[in-house]
């Protein structure tokens, strides 16, 4: 009877003991996963303070330099009095400098707004204004905010190059999914040879914003003058 007395309370000790270890370990496991967290929101925090300084920097270095030129195109507007089609160059010249000198001054907000779909909209008016055509089609809405804003981003760094380097007549802009993964399709003609297929310095920075989402950018050119840029990730991305 003292045997079995002293085997019960000594299983019963070993019970507790384990519990007791598996608790301190979840204990531990808990502090470590706040104190993770903690760091990821100063991180955050730390990031999100440097975005507001390069804001402010970048205000400071490009905002004079666009105010002068917005009041040189003011000025060659009112000397260019008989010449209506450059009157109206450079009225848009104007319009597209106050455009910029706004976009500096709320450069962190102005990212933060971005959407695919405002972005979209834009790249019709904009192609429609130099007598271009642009179908877009969508066949997945309601993105999450990040990688709604990360599309808008490759459709107007793509927009840039192709209006830079391509006497573009048509773009195609096509939004698709299927098996949790997301792939924008950005084409135009009109490439000239010297659009860029590799990652240049507009292309690499597309890389970087969609990789830290899990996804990759890659680019085509076929020999009929049709440039096309592919975006892909998945729709739902976790670190």
């Not at 299927?178 to 399709?185: K, N, S």
């Amino acid at each position: 009877m003292l045997h079995h007395t002293y085997f019960a309370g000594t299983a019963a000790l070993g019970i507790f003991l384990i519990s007791l270890g598996v608790t301190i370990a979840l204990t531990l496991r808990i502090r470590r996963l706040h104190a993770e967290k903690d760091r990821a929101v100063a991180l955050a925090q730390e990031q999100q303070e440097q975005q507001e300084q390069l804001a402010r920097d970048v205000h400071d270095l490009v905002g004079h330099w666009l105010w002068l030129a917005s009041i040189k195109s003011e000025l060659a507007y009112r000397h260019a009095e008989g010449d209506a089609r450059l009157r109206r160059d450079l009225s848009e010249i104007s319009q597209a400098v106050q455009h910029a000198a706004h976009a500096v001054r709320n450069v962190s907000k102005v990212y933060q707004q971005l959407s695919l779909q405002g972005e979209t909209t834009r790249a019709e008016a904009l192609l429609s204004s130099f007598g271009a055509y642009c179908s877009v089609r969508m066949d997945v809405t309601d993105l999450p905010d990040d990688v709604s804003a990360t599309l808008g981003t490759v459709v107007r760094e793509t927009l840039t190059n192709m209006l830079r380097h391509s006497k573009v007549t048509r773009c195609a802009i096509e939004l698709t999914g299927h098996g949790g993964r997301l792939r924008l399709t950005v084409a135009n003609d009109g490439a000239s040879r010297r659009e860029p297929t590799s990652t240049g310095s507009g292309l690499g920075n597309l890389g970087h914003r969609v990789g830290k989402l899990g996804g990759t950018v890659r680019v085509t050119a076929d020999g009929d003058g049709w440039f096309i840029l592919i975006a892909e990730l998945p729709l739902n991305f976790s670190e």
